[in-house]
């Protein structure tokens, strides 16, 4: 008996001998002794019951910055240079602003000296302060760009912009856009600059789509110019995004700021197969995203033969559309119609540096907890797409951008701490990832 007790413990020590020595002889290879590396720009296409799911196809990433590709409308991308994870996301979309400016390329600030904009009743008015700001120590913002305020026409915030908004894996900036020589009324026409934002966006994979802003004269007529000038002039760039709807169609997005300042009964002429000077079938031919401010302007939307709506105020409870408890009943409304719906989730909200009357919607950050939720809340209502407000509108304090710690003789900056300047991007980042993971499983 004890003999064979020792045989097996002589047996059991040689086992553990050889096991030992095969995972040591394991830690020593390096990847490329058993598996190939992956080479820059292979794509794992996901495979859903058998079948490639066709909104990760990655982009063509031979195809230059001027050739049509029919790629723009992919959800997920895997790519070598966007964020520190690699993947950027085409369903996540991010408003961004072009409309900055300082002396040293512009020979003025530009918006970094907005006004203090008086409140409309002149009783409220008289209590508060009137003016403009004085950059670069004093800015109408709350928070500090860590870029200072900087010109948009600088290729190098340009290109620190691109690559900020590939580490959020957001893959879609919306570019808040006027038609040539018009602005905001505080702001300079900046359309000229939409080429090298398509270029900036193109070398980091990501995709531009348009925010139609409101101007002096705008009506169904004239925004059918705006989108026959933006597709001739920009339709065949490779970073000119394009949607693929549920039927396999690939086209432009338009996200149409203020609609409602135009009557459903005019947009019915441009938007509608019988309107008198329909795109719907042509050449430009679009999908077309209303705001949703009151609970009735869903049916104005629909009635007005747009494709969609979204909510882009990131203060919760500002409006109908923006309050997250609304969020699903909206989704409802969409589903049953055939429309999109496009939540607009922010990191918080304050302008009382712009608009010092108007406390009451502010929204603290609460270092990132109130985005989380606005996050979760947008996930819960299983959207095809979300949208970030804001990358950079310091204006009202919605900018994911990176901000920095800034004390001046009149004023203390917010900021991001106790977290660093990548905060919100990693945040987004995080929610992204989770977001189409999630996603993944709800069309299974």
Same mark, same amino acid.
């Given at each position: 008996m004890a003999r064979l007790r020792r045989k097996a413990c002589i047996a059991l020590f040689l086992f553990t001998l050889f096991v030992f020595g095969t995972m040591m002889g394991l830690r020593t290879l390096k990847p490329s002794d058993g598996f190939s590396d992956l080479a820059p720009g292979v794509e794992l296409l996901p495979m859903i019951g058998g079948k490639m799911d066709r909104r990760s196809?990655?982009?063509d990433a031979s195809a230059s910055p001027g050739q049509a590709r029919p790629a723009g409308s992919n959800t997920k991308a895997t790519i070598s240079n966007s964020g520190p994870e690699g993947t950027i996301f085409y369903d996540v979309h991010i408003f961004y602003y072009t409309w900055y400016g300082n002396p040293h390329l512009d020979g003025k600030y530009i918006h970094w000296d907005h006004i203090l904009v008086p409140h409309w009743d002149p009783k409220i008015a008289s209590s508060y302060p009137r003016g403009r700001h004085m950059p670069p120590e004093d800015i109408g913002s709350s928070f500090y760009p860590e870029l200072n305020p900087y010109s948009s026409r600088d290729p190098d915030v340009l290109e620190s912009h691109m690559e900020q908004i590939g580490a959020s894996a957001a893959g879609v900036l919306v570019l808040s856009w006027y038609p040539p020589g018009l602005a905001d009324d505080n702001g300079e026409p900046a359309e000229d600059l939409v080429p090298a934002v398509l270029d900036a966006a193109y070398r980091h994979n990501l995709k531009v789509a348009f925010h139609i802003q409101p101007?002096?004269?705008?009506?169904?007529?004239?925004v059918h110019d705006n989108?026959?000038?933006i597709i001739d002039r920009y339709g065949d760039h490779g970073a000119f995004y394009k949607f693929t709807s549920s039927t396999g169609k690939s086209l432009p997005l338009f996200y149409i700021y203020d609609s409602y300042l135009t009557p459903p009964e005019s947009w019915s002429e441009f938007l509608t197969p019988t309107g008198s000077h329909s795109v719907r079938g042509s050449a430009y031919d679009s999908i077309?995203?209303?705001?949703? @401010?009151?609970?009735?302007?869903?049916?104005d939307i629909l009635a007005g033969g747009f494709d969609g709506m979204y909510t882009f105020f990131a203060s919760n409870g500002f409006s109908f559309g923006s309050s997250h408890q609304n969020w699903k009943a909206i989704k409802a409304f969409c589903d049953g119609n055939n429309l999109l719906f496009i939540p607009s989730v922010g990191p918080g909200y304050i302008d009382t540096s712009i608009r010092p009357w108007n406390n009451h919607n502010t929204r603290n950050r609460v270092n990132g907890r109130y985005y989380e939720t606005?996050?979760?809340?947008?996930?819960?209502?299983?959207?095809?797409? @979300?949208?970030?407000?804001?990358f950079n509108e310091w204006h009202e304090g919605t900018q994911i951008e990176r901000a920095v710690p800034k004390k001046t003789v009149t004023r203390v900056y917010l900021d991001y701490q106790p977290h660093g300047p990548d905060h919100y991007l990693e945040l987004t980042r995080r929610w992204a990832e989770q977001f189409n993971k999630e996603k993944e499983q709800w069309l299974m």
């Open positions: 196809v990655s982009r101007y002096r004269g705008r009506n169904d007529q004239s989108i026959k000038y077309f995203i209303a705001l949703i @401010v009151e609970e009735r302007h869903k049916h606005a996050l979760q809340a947008a996930l819960n209502a299983r959207p095809e797409m @979300v949208t970030i407000t804001s």
